[in-house]
């Protein structure tokens, strides 16, 4: 089982960018699709965006579709979230979490996850 730790959170001004990271422990990362979802106050849980075991195929919202990329480098355990052009409507906890299996549009919902990071905040300021 993997545990994973979310980092690289902060605040940035609209059209700024940042990148999260997920750490995992654990030998066996390459096992798991790889999400990122985001939470704003008063709101749901949301899929932001997944990668699978290899880095093969990736899946995104539209809402940040040419804005996020999210990738993966299996010798390091670790996920990660390029967001560039930020926008005040990305401010919001970001979550890691890991899947034993889902494809496509399964992996948009938080029901295929089945580890979770405590999450980092991002803030976008106007």
């Known amino acids: 089982q993997v545990q994973v730790v979310e980092s690289g959170g902060g605040l940035v001004q609209a059209g700024g960018s940042l990148r999260l990271s997920c750490a995992a422990s654990?030998?066996?990362?390459?096992?798991?699709?790889m999400g990122w979802f985001r939470q704003a106050p008063g709101k749901e849980r949301d899929f932001v965006a997944a990668i699978t075991y290899s880095g093969t195929s990736t899946y995104y919202t539209d809402s940040v579709k040419g804005r996020f990329t999210i990738s993966r480098d299996n010798a390091k355990n670790t996920a990660y979230l390029q967001m560039n052009s930020l926008k005040p409507e990305d401010t919001a906890v970001y979550y890691c979490?890991?899947?034993?299996?889902?494809?496509?549009?399964?992996?948009?919902?938080?029901?295929?996850?089945?580890?979770w990071g405590q999450g980092t905040q991002v803030t976008v300021s106007a």
């Open positions: 979490a890991a899947a034993y299996y889902c494809s496509g549009s399964g992996c948009f919902e938080t029901s295929r996850y089945d580890m």
């Open positions: 654990g030998r066996t990362f390459s096992s798991y699709v």
